[in-house]
């Protein structure tokens, strides 16, 4: 029978549970009430959808492990999956086809309290509650890291929201750093170690594993990730209208959808204008570009450079010149306010040179934080990759040549996704993600 400690003791993954919940419940209050049925991305879900998709999701993950009978199958079926806009199809689904939200959020208060009166109790005997082999510790890192990683994605999808579709929340404080002067960094030749070892008690997702090293040449990277100054360049010397730069596909999707500069930019009749979470601003030149992987891998070819490979960004972020590998590039401290733009503690970017302290060995800077940075690296499995059997669609899915790796994180990555081995991905044409770039020279 599982039994409490008789010490009322908070378990560390129950509290994180709750921060994660508190996280989410946060971010669903900045919309406008009549504003839940709406589409701001046309290739996603309703936003009512994610309402119920996070709590539907822990369901079905812990429900039968926890011996839990189920309280809303139809529930648990319609919220139980998003939407991948790789076929190009987009959903032509109505606001009425969605439940009410009295109903959505009755469902997400059962499971949340038919969840926590037994995880009261059973996160104190983890080992022996079992999913497929796996223990609950990792089913609950799971959860909690699945919708901690909405909270960001939704982020990117409500900063699409009309703004008078928004509560507006507290502005982000603005930080004044010196100008920014773009500069590269030589790294010199050396092995990585990539990926997180099966014998490792740290968590990682499927598609961590297997740890390999691998050796990576000598390379110039660029001190910081390029600017809307620098890619403000790109777009006068008409990068957007030359052929030479673009796949014939990235070509292709641009022609085709009339795409001519950043989806987080807006050109009235005078000045460039950027679109914050809630406000429109004059153009930050000294805030990192976010763009599509399309959208960077041609800037690059204009400027005679490269997006870095998985490895060699893994390199110059945390190798060091005495041959070892930092945990963090700024070395063993724990990610902190003067380390980076990180953890949900800002709405949007920083200057590209405000964190100086983040600095990794070779002197690169704001590695982690303040928007994913593109690697030309195809997302594939690394050698001895198995899939999680009870989450089989989390990375194999994205197997096909479309999706491209994404290291760093953003303002809204949480703190423990911060890893080295954590690996992020989307496909080349997608605007809307939170990521910018740094080029390299071979």
Same mark, same amino acid.
């Given at each position: 029978m599982?039994?409490?400690?008789?010490?009322?003791?908070?378990?560390?993954l129950?509290?994180?549970?709750?921060?994660?919940?508190?996280?989410?419940d946060?971010?669903?209050?900045?919309v406008q009430?009549a504003?839940?049925y709406?589409?701001p991305?046309?290739e996603?879900?309703?936003i009512v959808?994610?309402?119920?998709h996070l709590?539907?999701?822990?369901?079905?993950?812990?429900?039968e492990? @926890?011996? !839990?009978?189920?309280?809303h %199958? #139809? /529930?648990?079926?319609?919220?139980a999956f998003?939407?991948d806009p790789?076929g190009?199809?987009?959903?032509?689904?109505?606001p009425s086809?969605?439940p009410?939200?009295?109903?959505?959020h009755d469902y997400?208060?059962k499971v949340?309290?038919?969840?926590?009166?037994?995880l009261?109790m059973a996160?104190f005997?983890t080992?022996?509650?079992t999913?497929?082999?796996?223990?609950?510790?990792?089913l609950?890192?799971?959860?909690?890291?699945?919708r901690?990683?909405?909270?960001?994605?939704?982020a990117?999808?409500?900063?699409?929201?009309p703004?008078?579709?928004?509560?507006?929340d507290?502005?982000?404080?603005?930080?004044?750093?010196?100008?920014?002067?773009?500069?590269?960094v030589?790294?010199?030749?050396?092995?990585?170690? @990539?990926? !997180?070892?099966?014998?490792? %008690? #740290? /968590?990682?997702w499927?598609n961590?594993?297997?740890?390999?090293?691998i050796?990576?040449?000598?390379?110039?990277i660029d001190?910081y990730m390029?600017t809307n100054?620098q890619?403000?360049?790109f777009?006068?010397?008409?990068g957007?209208?030359?052929r030479e730069y673009?796949?014939?596909g990235?070509?292709?999707?641009?022609?085709e959808?009339g795409?001519?500069?950043p989806v987080?930019?807006?050109?009235p009749?005078?000045?460039?204008?950027?679109r914050?979470?809630f406000d429109e601003?004059?153009?930050p030149l000294?805030?990192p570009?976010?763009v599509?992987?399309?959208e960077?891998?041609a800037?690059?070819?204009?400027?005679?450079?490269?997006l870095?490979?998985?490895?060699q960004?893994h390199?110059?972020?945390?190798?060091?010149?005495?041959g070892a590998?930092?945990r963090y590039p700024?070395g063993?401290?724990e990610?902190?306010?003067?380390?980076?733009n990180?953890?949900l503690h800002?709405?949007?970017?920083a200057?590209?040179n405000?964190?100086p302290?983040?600095a990794?060995?070779?002197?690169?800077?704001?590695?982690?934080?303040?928007g994913?940075?593109w690697?030309?690296?195809?997302f594939?499995?690394?050698?001895?990759?198995?899939?999680?059997p009870?989450?089989?669609g989390?990375?194999a899915?994205f197997f096909?040549?479309k999706h491209?790796?994404?290291?760093?994180g953003?303002?809204r990555?949480?703190?423990?996704?911060?890893?080295?081995?954590?690996?992020?991905?989307?496909?080349a044409?997608?605007?809307y993600v939170?990521?910018?770039?740094?080029?390299?020279k071979s």
């Open positions: 599982l039994t409490r400690p008789d010490v009322a003791v908070e378990h560390p129950l509290a994180r549970i709750c921060d994660a919940r508190r996280r989410s946060d971010l669903f209050e900045i009430p504003a839940l709406d589409r991305i046309p996603r879900h309703r959808f994610y309402i119920g709590e539907a999701f822990d369901w079905n993950l812990l429900h492990p @926890l011996r !839990l009978e189920t309280l %199958p #139809e /529930f648990d079926r319609l919220f998003g939407i790789v190009g199809g987009l959903p032509t689904d109505q086809d969605w009410a939200l009295a109903a959505v997400v208060a949340r309290s038919a969840l926590d009166e037994v009261s996160v005997h080992q022996e509650i999913r497929d082999g796996f223990p609950l510790d990792t609950l890192n799971v959860a909690i890291e699945h901690l990683m909405h909270v960001e994605t939704l990117y999808m409500l900063h699409q929201l703004l008078e579709r928004k509560v507006p507290a502005h982000d404080r603005v930080m004044l750093v010196s100008p920014v002067t773009p500069q590269m030589p790294i010199p030749g050396g092995a990585v170690q @990539l990926g !997180l070892s099966r014998s490792s %008690p #740290e /968590f990682g499927d961590e594993y297997e740890s390999y090293a050796d990576v040449p000598a390379f110039e001190r390029v100054g890619f403000l360049e777009i006068h010397a008409g957007y209208d030359t673009w796949d014939e990235a070509w292709n999707w641009k022609e959808q795409i001519s500069h987080f930019w807006k050109a009749h005078t000045k460039w204008l950027y914050t979470m601003v004059p153009l000294d805030w570009v976010y599509s992987h399309a960077a891998t800037y690059a070819r204009w400027a005679g450079k490269q870095p490979t998985e490895e960004w390199r110059a972020a945390y190798g060091t010149r005495a590998q930092r700024w063993d401290r990610p902190g306010d003067t380390l980076g990180f953890d800002r709405w949007d970017p200057p590209v405000a964190y302290e983040s990794s060995d070779f002197g690169v800077e704001g590695l982690l934080g303040n994913w940075e690697t030309s690296t195809n594939t499995p690394f050698p001895g990759f198995e899939p999680f009870f989450y089989r989390y990375s899915y096909d040549n491209f790796v994404m290291k760093g953003s303002a990555t949480a703190a423990c996704m911060l890893r080295p081995t954590f690996r992020n991905w989307f496909q044409r997608y605007q939170y990521a910018g770039f740094r080029c390299v």
